[in-house]
Nanobody, 117 residues
Framework: VQVVESGGGAVQAGGSLRLSCVHS????????MAWFRQAPGKEREFVAL????????NITDSVKGRFTISRDKYNTAVYLQMNNLKPEDTAVYYC???????????WGQGTQVTVSS
């Protein structure tokens, strides 16, 4: 299963970016897709998750009200709309995919987001 992120870049504080992620697995096998991020010198941290069966997404407190996660259910794509970006949002953003029956998550290669003050 291939996981491919896109949409990263460099913006000034207060700006916006939209990250996209698609995976090559079977649509009906998708359980959830999520975004994580890793800043330099820090551990990877959870950002947001959305379940294919529905229900409210999970979003970490530090980005609530600024980031929105959404999905294209039939194209196994997930999006992260990031508004009012702050320098502390600078990180490599990774997409993770949970597939039914898989032992581990599938990860993308990451996309860099850089926010300058």
């Amino acid at each position: 299963v291939q996981v491919v992120e896109s949409g990263g870049g460099a913006v000034q504080a207060g700006g916006s970016l939209r990250l996209s992620c698609v995976h090559s697995g079977r649509t009906f096998s998708t359980v959830a897709m999520a975004w994580f991020r890793q800043a330099p010198g820090k551990e990877r941290e959870f950002v947001a998750l959305i379940r294919w069966a529905g229900g409210s997404p999970n979003i970490t407190d530090s980005v609530k009200g600024r980031f929105t996660i959404s999905r294209d259910k039939y194209n196994t794509a997930v999006y992260l709309q990031m508004n009012n970006l702050k320098p502390e949002d600078t990180a490599v953003y990774y997409c993770a995919v949970d597939l039914r029956g898989a032992r581990e998550k599938y990860w993308g290669q990451g996309t860099q987001v850089t926010v300058s003050s």
